[in-house]
């Protein structure tokens, strides 16, 4: 059966160098561990290369004073993580996969000094085949990260950004400059005997009360026979289940009319979730691979405000035919360095916004995908998640988002990235093309206070690959969308303040002034 072996398990070290000069001991056989500017030190995966040396005394807790600025040396040392595969693992199978689901930022992977991959993307996974490349015993892995973007930060120009790691960790105006270096999520060891689901397209929606799986995927096979059996179960309770062969497993199947609970926001109604297990059998019934996903139905609809202009958007939520008044918080990354945030502090701060009657947040288009563990505590919490891709505005300059074809692409990779890890989730409800971008003016080089609109090039991308793999769901262009950017008191009224930002400052005449608001 497939293994997924996880590395957080295991003990690593962190050394930092001068540039490149971790190279030498692979080129020339001198010993670059004493070379190294940072001997070994403890680090946890996931982990941050800052958390690390705040732990080890080597750097000063950055949240106090202006000690933010006596870390900034870190941004310009090579870190390499490092660790032994144990040997009883490569015992488990035949074939071998390194699965790095978040790297922030750029660098590579060594097994045994020998280069095995390249990375340059925080948002985007990494997944190498490691097979060929193993040795019998005693593997060493090493993981290195070289220099990180020098500004990314608020202030700048949209639609030149060309670098894919969280804009906030240059500095925000609610943040400090703290540019996170590590492995900010799991790593695994996938190991298979060649035989193995590789790939699953899941759905999840309800059609007249009732819910709705759309399932197919993807298979490895040797040449025995084998199926692929689905089962949706309520705890121990089977509510349906199914063998497919592999090639109608590929062509896809549609399950309608299930007897299900309805899943429904904080507040309105219970947050029932499901088990789905789709696994790969041979005939005798031995399970060789198999996947879990916590699945939860509902159906979200966005219907026009009360006497609203026919251009409007819609903007009252409708949750299985129940109107849904939003109230949530725009949720930026709980730390800088939020390779070190633990589900105990996911989940004390989500439980914090449930019982405070919050009914949706929106992850901004300044950070990152969350960990999968923040999308199951929304489920299970009934918090809705609004999903900005990462793009943001630029304050001082341009905030047009990129249009040249190779940004166009390279954010068309993370946002179909984005839509297949988390669309399962019960608490997604719309995706967005990101924080106040804007249109440019035609006549000055800033931008005016006009939304983008889906015309703009990337966006109209965005859009096409929300409406090909999660049709169901809405796909906003940016936030705020518009027709203006903020709410002024001489356009009360007109029908102009569909999705605002601001005010920024709370008015003398708070209870009045919102009031007439």
């Given at each position: 059966?497939?293994?997924?072996?996880?590395?957080?398990?295991?003990?690593?070290?962190?050394?930092?160098?001068?540039?490149?000069?971790?190279?030498?001991?692979?080129?020339?056989?001198?010993?670059?561990?004493?070379?190294?500017?940072?001997?070994?030190?403890?680090?946890?995966?996931?982990?941050?290369?800052?958390?690390?040396?705040?732990?080890?005394?080597?750097?000063?807790?950055?949240?106090?004073?202006?000690?933010?600025?006596q870390?900034?040396?870190?941004?310009?040392?090579?870190?390499?993580?490092?660790?032994?595969?144990?040997?009883?693992?490569?015992?488990?199978?035949?074939?071998?996969?390194?699965?790095?689901?978040?790297?922030?930022?750029?660098?590579?992977?060594?097994?045994?000094?020998?280069?095995?991959?390249?990375?340059?993307?925080?948002?985007?996974?990494?997944?190498?085949?490691?097979?060929?490349?193993?040795?019998?015993?005693?593997?060493?892995?090493?993981?290195?990260?070289?220099?990180?973007?020098?500004?990314?930060?608020?202030?700048?120009?949209?639609?030149?950004?060309?670098?894919?790691?969280?804009r906030?960790?240059?500095?925000?105006?609610?943040?400090?400059?703290?540019?996170?270096i590590?492995?900010?999520?799991?790593?695994?060891?996938?190991?298979?005997?060649?035989?193995?689901?590789?790939?699953?397209?899941?759905?999840?929606?309800?059609?007249?009360?009732?819910?709705?799986?759309?399932?197919a995927?993807?298979?490895?096979?040797?040449?025995?026979?084998?199926?692929?059996?689905?089962?949706?179960?309520?705890?121990?309770?089977?509510?349906?289940?199914?063998?497919?062969?592999?090639?109608?497993?590929?062509?896809?199947?549609?399950?309608?009319?299930?007897?299900?609970?309805?899943?429904?926001?904080?507040?309105?109604?219970?947050?029932?979730?499901?088990?789905?297990?789709i696994?790969?059998?041979?005939?005798?019934?031995?399970?060789?691979d198999?996947?879990?996903?916590?699945?939860?139905?509902?159906?979200?609809?966005?219907?026009?405000?009360?006497?609203?202009?026919?251009?409007?958007?819609?903007?009252?939520?409708?949750?299985?035919?129940?109107?849904?008044?939003m109230?949530?918080?725009?949720?930026?990354?709980?730390?800088?360095?939020?390779?070190?945030?633990?589900d105990?502090?996911?989940?004390?701060?989500?439980?914090?916004?449930?019982?405070?009657?919050?009914?949706?947040?929106?992850?901004?288009?300044?950070?990152?995908?969350?960990?999968?563990?923040?999308?199951?505590?929304?489920?299970?919490?009934?918090?809705?998640?609004?999903?900005?891709?990462?793009?943001?505005?630029?304050?001082?300059?341009?905030?047009?988002?990129?249009d040249?074809?190779?940004?166009?692409?390279?954010?068309?990779?993370?946002?179909?990235?984005?839509?297949?890890?988390?669309?399962?989730?019960?608490s997604?409800?719309?995706?967005?093309?990101?924080?106040?971008?804007?249109?440019?003016?035609?006549?000055?080089?800033?931008?005016?206070?006009?939304?983008?609109?889906?015309?703009?090039?990337?966006?109209?991308?965005?859009?096409?690959?929300?409406?090909?793999?999660?049709?169901?769901?809405?796909?906003?262009?940016?936030?705020?969308?518009?027709?203006?950017?903020?709410?002024?008191?001489?356009?009360?009224?007109?029908?102009?303040?569909?999705?605002?930002?601001?005010?920024?400052?709370?008015?003398?005449?708070?209870?009045?002034?919102?009031?007439?608001?």
């Amino acid at each position: 059966m497939k293994q997924n072996f996880n590395l957080s398990e295991l003990t690593w070290s962190l050394r930092g160098f001068q540039p490149y000069e971790w190279k030498l001991y692979a080129t020339t056989g001198t010993p670059a561990v004493g070379n190294a500017d940072i001997p070994a030190i403890a680090v946890s995966v996931p982990g941050s290369v800052q958390g690390a040396l705040r732990d080890a005394h080597i750097i000063s807790d950055w949240n106090c004073g202006l000690n933010s600025r006596q870390c900034e040396w870190v941004e310009n040392r090579h870190w390499v993580y490092e660790t032994v595969l144990p040997d009883e693992w490569l015992q488990a199978g035949s074939h071998f996969r390194l699965q790095c689901l978040g790297l922030d930022y750029c660098g590579c992977i060594l097994l045994n000094e020998k280069e095995v991959s390249r990375f340059k993307n925080t948002h985007l996974p990494v997944d190498i085949d490691l097979t060929e490349q193993l040795l019998p015993a005693h593997n060493i892995l090493k993981i290195v990260f070289e220099h990180s973007p020098r500004w990314l930060g608020q202030h700048g120009w949209t639609s030149q950004i060309s670098e894919w790691k969280p804009r906030y960790n240059y500095y925000w105006d609610w943040t400090n400059r703290l540019v996170q270096i590590g492995i900010w999520d799991e790593v695994r060891l996938v190991c298979t005997e060649g035989r193995e689901i590789s790939s699953i397209d899941l759905q999840v929606d309800v059609t007249e009360g009732a819910g709705r799986i759309k399932l197919a995927g993807k298979t490895v096979l040797d040449e025995g026979e084998y199926r692929v059996r689905v089962r949706l179960c309520d705890a121990a309770k089977t509510i349906k289940s199914r063998d497919f062969s592999p090639r109608d497993f590929e062509g896809g199947f549609i399950w309608s009319d299930l007897p299900v609970e309805l899943w429904y926001p904080n507040g309105a109604g219970t947050q029932k979730l499901y088990d789905l297990s789709i696994e790969l059998i041979d005939l005798a019934d031995e399970i060789h691979d198999s996947i879990e996903k916590q699945i939860g139905f509902k159906r979200l609809d966005w219907r026009a405000c009360e006497d609203a202009p026919a251009a409007a958007d819609p903007w009252i939520c409708v949750v299985n035919d129940l109107p849904i008044f939003m109230q949530g918080v725009n949720w930026t990354p709980l730390r800088p360095n939020f390779a070190d945030v633990t589900d105990c502090e996911y989940r004390a701060r989500l439980v914090l916004y449930r019982d405070l009657g919050i009914n949706i947040v929106r992850v901004w288009g300044g950070g990152f995908l969350e960990k999968d563990c923040f999308y199951r505590l929304c489920d299970e919490l009934g918090i809705l998640v609004w999903q900005d891709f990462p793009l943001s505005s630029s304050g001082v300059g341009d905030c047009s988002p990129p249009d040249d074809d190779q940004s166009i692409a390279e954010l068309g990779e993370i946002a179909r990235s984005f839509v297949l890890r988390r669309r399962h989730h019960a608490s997604l409800a719309l995706w967005c093309g990101g924080n106040e971008l804007m249109q440019l003016s035609e006549s000055a080089e800033l931008t005016e206070s006009r939304p983008a609109s889906g015309e703009h090039p990337l966006l109209q991308a965005f859009a096409a690959i929300v409406n090909h793999l999660d049709p169901d769901r809405r796909f906003l262009a940016t936030s705020p969308s518009g027709p203006r950017f903020c709410a002024t008191k001489e356009e009360y009224g007109k029908g102009v303040h569909w999705d605002i930002h601001g005010p920024w400052d709370a008015p003398l005449d708070l209870e009045g002034e919102w009031r007439d608001y």
